[in-house]
């Protein structure tokens, strides 16, 4: 079984930053492409970034494209969101999710998905 848990939430001022980190047990790390969702309180979870197996390929939403970077260090079974410039509207639980057997390099349906974490909370006050 593949376990995923995920670190760095918190509570951060609007403009502040974070980081968060996903590990992930086991040593396939590096044959999974990984992403990066986020549930907000009466909302359905959205895809917020998603990146390849090897890192050569990003996928950020528009939402947060150019504040937040996913990235990854297969060597440390680790994936990364650095998230910067944070506005209020980014509260969410995140979650850390492991495709196994996607067919393209960047995976963005929840279905793609086999391995999810249990989430940490952001919260961004104003």
């Known amino acids: 079984q593949v376990h995923l848990v995920e670190s760095g939430g918190g509570l951060v001022q609007a403009g502040g930053s974070l980081r968060l980190s996903c590990a992930v047990s086991?040593?396939?790390?590096?044959?999974?492409?990984m992403g990066w969702f986020r549930q907000a309180p009466g909302e359905e979870r959205e895809l917020v970034a998603v990146?390849?197996?090897?890192?050569?390929?990003?996928f950020h939403a528009d939402s947060v494209k150019g504040r937040f970077t996913i990235s990854r260090d297969n060597a440390k079974s680790t994936l990364y969101l650095q998230m910067n410039s944070l506005k209020p509207e980014d509260t969410a639980v995140y979650y850390c999710?492991?495709?196994?057997?996607?067919?393209?390099?960047?995976?963005?349906?929840?279905?793609?998905?086999?391995?999810w974490g249990q989430g940490t909370q952001v919260t961004v006050s104003s």
């Open positions: 999710a492991a495709a196994s057997s996607a067919l393209t390099p960047i995976a963005t349906m929840e279905f793609e998905y086999d391995y």
């Open positions: 086991g040593h396939a790390f590096g044959s999974y492409v």
């Open positions: 990146i390849s197996r090897n890192g050569g390929s990003l």
